[in-house]
Nanobody, 119 residues
Framework: QVQLVESGGGLVQAGGSLRLSCAAS????????ITWYRQAPGKQRDLVAQ???????DYADSVKGRFTISRDNAKNTVYLEMSSLKPEDTAVYYCKADRKSGNIVWPYWGQGTQVTVSS
């Protein structure tokens, strides 16, 4: 099992910045990737940024150049640094951990943190 706790959401004005945290615990040694998703009201959950254990990163086109995903291994925490925020970034942000067990990848989700960007 893997437990994920997100934090750092809040209300910010357009153009501002926030840093989200995703703290992992449990069987974290077998995590292969941590991914941030977001879901706005009435919309599907979309990938925002991904970081693999090998250090590879991937970003949605809409956040490239504005968001940065990183990790602190000592704290078992993955961060999402968000800058130049826009009202369309408003959503609940979730982190997901993929844990490999043999040939199976098990997904684990956090509870989400609300980000609201005012215009």
């Amino acid at each position: 099992q893997v437990q994920l706790v997100e934090s750092g959401g809040g209300l910010v004005q357009a153009g501002g910045s926030l840093r989200l945290s995703c703290a992992a615990s449990g069987r974290i040694s077998s995590i292969s990737a941590i991914t941030w998703y977001r879901q706005a009201p009435g919309k599907q959950r979309d990938l925002v940024a991904q970081l693999t254990t090998g250090g590879s990163t991937d970003y949605a086109d809409s956040v490239k150049g504005r968001f940065t995903i990183s990790r602190d291994n000592a704290k078992n925490t993955v961060y999402l640094e968000m800058s130049s925020l826009k009202p369309e970034d408003t959503a609940v942000y979730y982190c997901k951990a993929d844990r490999k067990s043999g040939n199976i990848v098990w997904p684990y989700w956090g509870q989400g943190t609300q980000v609201t960007v005012s215009s």
